[in-house]
């Protein structure tokens, strides 16, 4: 059982049906990212006050409230159980961020601080150890503005790959 939800059987259980839950949503993985102090880019939620007016607060650090022109732009709202880059829009400016607010049920999104990497990587991890380990490139033909390493632009390779390039930490 890699990634079921459903209750174990007694059979082989790499991940529980609560991590599985866990994993599946953006929320529930940030928030156990943050419990057991894994470093992951800053996340945000979505607040309104009584006033109606709406504020963002800071959830990796210590809970601080924000306005929306002091998140740190570029900025990502994550939709809680999107994959795939499904869910997923950047936002460069506040005025991006404004336009795209209204209509929006918010409490289904959490907001990220966007880091461009040059490598990513994926990982499979049990308390024994790391099991199975990949890495996205980006294709040659994938457009030069490119945000998202999903599969329409993104070939995986295997730790044998000579461009995995395993990483020194």
């Not at 990634?3 to 790499?14: A, K, M, N, V």
Request: proline content about 4%.
């Amino acid at each position: 059982r890699l990634g079921s939800t459903t209750e174990s059987d007694g059979r082989l259980e790499i991940n529980t049906a609560q991590a599985v839950k866990n994993s599946a949503s953006k929320l529930l993985m940030k928030q156990k990212f943050t419990e057991a102090g894994v470093k992951t880019a800053d996340w945000f939620t979505y607040q309104i006050d009584d006033d109606g007016l709406y504020y963002f607060a800071i959830k990796n650090d210590v809970d601080n409230d924000i306005e929306i022109e002091e998140l740190p732009y570029p900025i990502v709202a994550k939709s809680h159980f999107g994959s795939r880059g499904v869910g997923n829009t950047k936002f460069n400016t506040k005025e991006e961020l404004e336009a795209w607010l209204p209509n929006k049920n918010l409490n289904n999104y959490i907001f990220e601080a966007f880091c461009k990497m040059t490598r990513e990587y994926r990982l499979h991890v049990t308390k024994f150890g790391c099991f199975y380990t990949c890495r996205k490139l980006v294709k040659n033909d994938a457009p030069e503005d490119t945000w998202q390493k999903h599969d329409d632009v993104c070939n995986w390779v295997l730790e044998e790959n000579p461009s995995f390039k395993k990483p020194k930490n």
